[in-house]
């Protein structure tokens, strides 16, 4: 059963910021080191901090021939089972990285050309140059050296759905960038079955089938060949009838030594440009996992489900939390992949139950990723959320509560979700807007139904377009 069942959380993988594990199986997702560092968001920048952290330690003990050190600190990339995904086949046990594996590859890194020579310097570069490491072993290694930030990802995300942790349970060992070292405590923890799960945001994971050797080799390394021969003439030199020239990729690979991660190594010492111009290439190829992930979900059942499901709560004290927890989903499905890593900001409990959310922003396009680029008084590295389950008494408090929380760190962009609005609510906005005090945008039920009916045709662009109008009404508000 996935994590939805066994804790009856009621929603779709859609409405779910994490991948929606079956803890007894496997997923065929992984955690790809190159795909994390180009994503742009909070929670991906500071999961790379510590990749980056680790391996230019790890760089640094080998080339200073302290291999015993490094040989340590190497042995903690063992194989995860916490996060459940990779290629295994029944129970999750992984091709990944048992302790022979660690000391195998280890002694692979050590004989490596790649490391003396100086070409690899990312922790990705192990799958290129390293004989046998493959996406697997990579994912595992990087599952470790960021299982800080998913414990942290995992209490929030429990938190935020009220998923109960077991205490004072050990971490395992994670990498911790401060101090550069490998650590452990004891902490709160989602266990299953006795087995301690780490939750893993849909938003970083890949099928990490981009950054690979068969790539490099093939659309890089090959054609590099292929041109070398055509500009010198060579005997591998065929015309076609038109008289125009060519050089197969199989007749380089005959004559060719066998062009394994050895080769690619030496090729790669003697063009790096190629490598770089490969590394540079790779990020546009990488797709973003879809809101859905791997299931095979029916869009439009599902948000005819939830306008189904917010039309029928009715507004008041009572019904908040029913709103807010439906809210949470609804705003998931139409802001991936802008908007990731909810987290419960504040929960107070005086006579009307509120919950703020706080959204990093990960957009590449769109809304929030443009308009602190075109407007900068309006960082928004992340997004708040405030939802009020009542109608037509929002006003200026409300307004105020939200831009409160603003600032040139947190960001100073903000929604406030309600069930309808008072006609010269724009008009507060706008006030706001112009006293600089941040940019608060509302939207009310009718907003969000428009949204759900647009989204199996439109995706995220159904939200988007809302916010663009909102955004415009405010900014030029007579």
């Known amino acids: 059963m996935k994590i939805s069942e066994l804790f009856d959380l009621?929603?779709?993988?859609?409405?779910?910021?994490?991948?929606d594990i079956n803890p007894d199986i496997d997923t065929p997702l992984f955690l790809d080191p190159?795909?994390?560092?180009?994503?742009?968001?909070p929670f991906a920048v500071c999961a790379y901090e510590s990749i980056r952290s680790y391996f230019e330690f790890l760089l640094a003990l080998l080339k200073g021939k302290r291999i015993e050190q490094a040989r340590e600190l190497f042995s903690h990339l063992g194989e995860s089972n916490d996060v459940c995904m990779g290629m295994s086949h029944g129970?999750?046990?992984?091709?990944?990285?048992?302790?022979?594996?660690?000391?195998?590859i280890f002694k692979e890194l050590l004989r490596s050309r790649a490391i003396h020579s100086g070409i690899m310097e990312d922790i990705e570069d192990f799958r290129i140059f390293v004989p046998n490491v493959d996406r697997d072993k990579v994912s595992d290694m990087t599952a470790n050296i960021i299982k800080l930030q998913l414990l942290e990802y995992t209490k929030q995300q429990c938190e935020l759905h009220n998923i109960p942790l077991l205490?004072?349970?050990?971490?395992?060992m994670y990498w911790d960038a401060k101090h550069k070292r490998w650590d452990n405590q004891y902490t709160e923890r989602l266990v299953i079955n006795n087995k301690p799960i780490l939750l893993v945001p849909k938003r970083i994971v890949s099928f990490a089938d981009k950054y690979?050797?068969?790539?490099?080799?093939?659309h890089f390394v090959l054609n590099y060949l292929q041109n070398e021969h055509l500009s010198l003439g060579s005997s591998l030199v065929r015309k076609y009838k038109n008289g125009e020239k060519y050089v197969t990729k199989k007749s380089i690979e005959e004559i060719e030594p066998p062009i394994d991660k050895e080769y690619l190594a030496r090729f790669t010492e003697s063009h790096p440009e190629v490598f770089q111009d490969f590394k540079n290439k790779t990020v546009?190829?990488?797709?973003?996992?879809?809101?859905?992930?791997?299931?095979?979900l029916n869009a439009n059942e599902i948000c005819n489900y939830l306008i189904s499901k917010l039309r029928s709560i009715p507004s008041g004290t009572k019904n908040a939390s029913n709103y807010h927890n439906l809210i949470i989903g609804i705003l998931e499905l139409l802001?991936?992949?802008?908007?990731s890593s909810p987290k419960k900001e504040k929960e107070i409990h005086e006579g009307r139950k509120r919950i703020d959310i706080v959204f990093n922003n990960s957009a590449e396009d769109g809304f929030f990723y443009t308009t602190p680029s075109h407007n900068v008084t309006l960082p928004c590295p992340y997004v708040y959320v405030e939802c009020k389950n009542y109608t037509g008494e929002v006003a200026n408090p409300e307004i105020d509560q939200l831009s409160g929380r603003f600032s040139n760190m947190r960001g100073r962009v903000g929604i406030l979700t309600c069930r309808v609005l008072e006609e010269n609510?724009?008009?507060?906005?706008?006030?706001?807007?112009?006293?600089e005090r941040g940019l608060v945008i509302p939207l009310e039920d009718s907003d969000l139904i428009k949204a759900l009916e647009d989204y199996p045709n439109m995706g995220v662009d159904a939200i988007e377009n809302i916010l663009a109008s909102k955004y415009e009404q405010i900014v030029f508000e007579k």
């Not at 009621?10 to 910021?17: A, G, M, P, R, V």
């Not at 999750?92 to 000391?103: A, F, H, L, V, Y």
């Not at 205490?167 to 395992?172: A, H």
């Not at 050797?213 to 093939?218: D, M, R, V």
């Open 91 to 104: 129970k999750p046990q992984g091709r990944g990285m048992g302790p022979e594996d660690t000391n195998a």
């Open 34 to 41: 190159y795909y994390i560092s180009k994503c742009e968001f």
């Open 212 to 218: 690979t050797t068969q790539e490099y080799k093939q």
């Open 335 to 339: 802001f991936y992949p802008n908007l």
């Open 167 to 172: 205490q004072t349970v050990p971490s395992g």
């Open 425 to 435: 609510f724009i008009k507060r906005c706008a006030d706001t807007f112009a006293d």
């Open 284 to 296: 546009s190829k990488i797709e973003r996992i879809p809101g859905a992930v791997l299931e095979d």
């Open 10 to 19: 009621k929603k779709s993988q859609y409405e779910l910021d994490f991948v």
